[in-house]
């Protein structure tokens, strides 16, 4: 009796174990699945960006409006998720990684006020034209704590190159 009990207790264990894997896997996927909806929402508008040329920066902004639209859901749907324990970081860099992007999104819209004070303006564009390399390491921020959910809960991440 007692040995049936120490089986039950064991089998008991590694379902709550695969049980909990499974919640990861779940969280990581679902954060994946928020990110990918805006990367080709976001590469198009910098496509705009790189393309404005001589039009006015205004010609911009729907655009803008509408990627931070998208930028604010995304951050309600990852917010609204629960995430693991050991998930938190991961969570945490990808609201930081939002955030950025809403904010570069609204820097751009501030820009073409035609009302903005030239200094202010001059300070956006600098943080625009920084945009690139702040992205960039709060990306690779998001990828390490990736990386290491995915590590601490047995599950590889697999590229889609």
């Known amino acids: 009796m007692k040995r049936i009990l120490v089986i039950i207790v064991l089998a008991a264990g590694l379902f709550s174990l695969s049980s909990c894997s499974n919640k990861a896997l779940e969280f990581n996927n679902k954060m994946v699945e ?45 917010n609204a998720l629960e995430a693991p324990a050991d998930g938190a970081n991961f969570k945490k860099s990808m609201l930081a990684q939002l955030e950025y992007l809403k904010k570069f999104c609204s820097n751009t819209i501030k820009m073409a006020d035609e ?42 991440l697999q590229s889609k190159n």
């Open 34 to 78: 928020i990110q990918s909806k805006l990367t080709p929402m976001f590469t198009e508008y910098g496509k705009k960006m790189e393309n404005i040329g001589d039009k006015p920066l205004s010609t911009i902004v729907p655009d803008a409006k509408a990627l931070m639209t998208n930028v604010d859901k995304s951050i309600s749907d990852i």
């Open 115 to 156: 009302k903005l004070p030239d200094e202010e303006k001059i300070t956006l564009a600098s943080e625009v034209m920084n945009a690139g390399n702040e992205l960039e390491k709060l990306e690779s921020a998001t990828e390490q704590a990736q990386k290491d959910f995915a590590k601490k809960n047995n599950f590889k």
